[in-house]
């Protein structure tokens, strides 16, 4: 299976600040790494999926990079609406994994 | 595309999980149906998925304890998972990907399953 790992697994910040989450993989998964966002007692959304490509409805805040092995979410400017967990997930190869994801909190 | 999972919130250890996932509106066909889980707190777990034809996939790591199956006519897919335990404990979701991929854009409300005596 490919390891996912996420760093950090927490982050305090402010309204307005800018933010980036890291995933890691174990193996490559070229660009096949999306990103979803995570509020308490509901399902995961997705935000963003193939390294990069933002969902339709996502503000254009959000933006992910990376290939390979490393991907990184970034928020350019944290709304209050933003505070949530976040997970990536590979589906580059079988079985589908996601990482362990990354609180993020009002500082 | 919306998805409502179901069943009973409590499970002896041992037994056996059963849970629905119905899918009400929009298309059913050509579409890979996923189960996911959560356990209290922690991240998720791709249990597997069913495509509407009745191919499946599962992770290795419970594949041994899985079986899903589909009722095309009731617009339903199923997971049964056997021989439960506490480590089974999860809030379970079904979900989808818009287009047949695995980039889940789709989700049920998920329903949480307590493995308890």
């Known amino acids: 299976d490919i390891q996912m790992t996420q760093s950090p697994s927490s982050l305090s910040a402010s309204v307005g600040d800018r933010v980036t989450i890291t995933c890691r993989t174990s193996?490559?998964?070229?660009?096949?790494l999306n990103w979803y966002q995570q509020k308490p007692q509901r399902a995961p959304k997705l935000l963003i999926s193939?390294?990069?490509n933002l969902q339709n409805g996502v503000p254009s805040r959000f933006s992910g990079s990376g290939a390979g092995t490393v991907f990184t979410l970034t928020i350019s400017s944290l709304q209050p609406e933003d505070f949530a967990t976040y997970f990536c997930q590979q589906t580059s190869t079988m079985p589908l994994t996601f990482g362990g994801g990354t609180k993020l909190e009002i500082k | 595309v919306q998805l409502q999972e179901s069943g009973p919130g409590l499970v002896k250890p041992s037994e056996t999980l059963s849970l629905i996932c119905t899918v009400s509106?929009?298309?059913?066909?050509?579409?890979?149906w996923s189960w996911i889980r959560q356990p209290p707190g922690k991240g998720l777990e791709w249990i597997g998925y069913i495509h509407h034809s009745g191919n499946t996939k599962y992770n290795p790591a419970l594949k041994s304890r899985v079986t899903m199956s589909v009722d095309t006519s009731k617009r339903q897919v199923s997971l049964r998972l056997r021989s439960v335990t506490t480590a089974d404990t999860a809030l379970y979701f079904c979900?989808?990907?818009?287009?047949?991929?695995?980039?889940?854009?789709?989700w049920g409300q998920g329903s949480l399953v307590t493995v308890s005596s």
């Open positions: 193939a390294t990069s």
């Open positions: 193996q490559s998964v070229t660009k096949y």
């Open positions: 509106t929009g298309s059913f066909t050509n579409y890979y």
């Open positions: 979900a989808s990907g818009s287009g047949g991929t695995y980039d889940f854009d789709y």
